[in-house]
């Protein structure tokens, strides 16, 4: 199976940063396009940063210039920097990795449980 476990969030004041971590493991035939998601509460998840195979990235506007997504792929890890946090950037940060483990036929996306930060005002 596939497991991806994001890490590095926390509390950090307006202005401040945070790197944050997601590491894709398991016996994995290949990994595809890396994503970082974020859900605030009452809110819906949202697509912020995307880096394909070919390092190839997009962001959402609200994040771009202040956010940095990257990929070391001998390490199957993507990195979300965040720099000039507000706090609107509250909420809990997912990754999600498209990835075809040994076994399986198919490629399909798997998720992170998510980390938290808080940007306080």
């Known amino acids: 199976q596939v497991q991806v476990v994001e890490s590095g969030g926390g509390l950090v004041q307006a202005g401040g940063s945070l790197r944050l971590s997601c590491a894709v493991s398991?016996?994995?035939?290949?990994?595809?396009?890396m994503r970082w998601y974020r859900q605030a509460p009452g809110k819906q998840r949202e697509l912020i940063a995307g880096i394909t195979n070919t390092s190839s990235t997009n962001y959402a506007d609200s994040v771009k210039g202040r956010f940095t997504i990257s990929r070391h792929n001998a390490k199957n890890t993507v990195y979300l920097q965040m720099n000039s946090l507000k706090p609107e950037d509250t909420a809990v940060y997912f990754c999600n990795s498209v990835a075809q483990p040994i076994g399986d036929y198919v490629a399909r996306m798997y998720w992170g449980q998510g980390t938290q930060v808080t940007v306080s005002s």
């Open positions: 398991g016996t994995i035939v290949s990994i595809g396009t």
